[in-house]
């Protein structure tokens, strides 16, 4: 018998985000102990990334516009932990 143990990565914390301008913005994160890598999304921007990174620039944004975004820390199987238990989320607008 064979058991695989996959350790969870938690949530990234002190997530910030900063206007670059009014189409763009820098967003960051602390990183994670046992994450391989993490997952950006912003679904009314059709941003769904995966970077090594703890930063990501998004980029084609609509001044006066809100938008939520989230970044997830995974492991190496992680289609199971983006879909909102292990993501943490924010919401920006643009002026």
Request: hydrophobic share 40%; net charge negative.
């Amino acid at each position: 018998m064979v058991f695989v143990v996959l350790v969870i990565p938690k949530r990234p914390q002190h997530v910030d985000i900063s206007a670059i301008n009014s189409t763009a913005v820098h967003m960051t994160w602390a990183s994670s102990n046992n994450t391989d890598y993490y997952h950006v999304m912003c679904d009314a921007c059709g941003l769904n990334v995966s970077t090594n990174e703890t930063s990501y620039v998004i980029v084609g944004l609509r001044p006066g516009t809100y938008y939520t975004v989230s970044v997830a820390a995974c492991a190496s199987l992680c289609s199971d932990y983006v879909n909102g238990t292990n993501n943490t989320g924010t919401s920006v607008c643009l002026l």
